[in-house]
């Protein structure tokens, strides 16, 4: 139990292009999630903090125009990230809380954004 | 604001060593500690859970303490094996349980 999945695992667009990631909590319902970015060699960090329908909470330094993130239902986030530049060329990360499983936060398994 | 740090950044060690991995916080008003795997590429692992309540946390091979008013966590790994090569992330939440601030990784390599 307690699965997240991410689609797509691994995406190459252009530059200027917008690319969405989807995470879905497949075997629970998520109220919270939360998206990570991690560059090469370095640990995760915090983009932002999404609730089921209502906006989502960035982080300081991140740009919420840029990085439009979507919690419609309690089974799925989307990320959108737009206009995308090869300086967002990252590893992203959801993470989904299950408060039937005392809060726990259970992880995707990622997706690598490149862009050329 | 809360920091998380982990020492060593890299290991290198035979197979069959018992390590030691580290990890300190700044902020000992913590909810839990958790310690993840991440292989290259991947996503992350879930190996232990401690509550702040709790000292430490075993599973086959791997144990972990906790010392929060030091602001202190290690990982014990026995008895390495060539599969346990991964990045390792500590990771803590604190009491307000939102989410996670993560260290920058112990990146250990087990040679055969």
């Known amino acids: 139990g307690a699965v997240v999945s991410q689609h797509p695992s691994w995406v190459i667009c252009k530059s200027g292009t917008s690319v969405k990631i989807e995470c879905r909590s497949l075997d629970f319902q998520a109220t919270t999630m939360f998206w990570y970015r991690q560059f090469p060699k370095q640990s995760l960090m915090l983009m932002a903090t999404s609730n089921e329908g209502s906006k989502a909470t960035y982080e300081q330094g991140v740009e919420k125009d840029k990085f439009l993130i979507n919690h419609a239902s309690l089974t799925l986030s989307t990320l959108t990230v737009t206009s995308a530049h090869p300086e967002d060329s990252s590893f992203y990360i959801c993470?989904?809380?299950?408060?039937?499983?005392?809060?726990?936060?259970?992880f995707g398994p990622g997706t690598r954004l490149t862009v050329l | 604001k809360q920091e998380v740090t982990q020492i060593p950044a890299a290991l290198s060690v035979p197979e069959g060593e018992n390590l030691v991995l580290n990890c300190s916080f700044t902020?000992?008003?913590?909810?839990?500690l958790q310690w993840f795997r991440q292989d290259p590429g991947k996503g992350l692992t879930s190996l232990l859970l401690i509550q702040s309540s709790q000292r430490e946390q075993t599973s086959g091979r791997l144990n972990a303490s906790l010392d929060k008013s030091s602001g202190r966590s290690t990982l014990y790994i026995a008895a390495s094996q060539p599969g346990d090569s991964a990045t390792y992330l500590c990771?803590?939440?604190?009491?307000?349980?939102?989410?996670?601030?993560f260290g920058p990784g112990t990146r250990l390599s087990v040679l055969p």
């Open positions: 902020d000992s008003a913590i909810y839990n």
């Open positions: 990771a803590v939440k604190d009491n307000y349980g939102q989410n996670f601030v």
């Open positions: 993470s989904a809380r299950d408060l039937t499983r005392q809060g726990g936060q259970f």
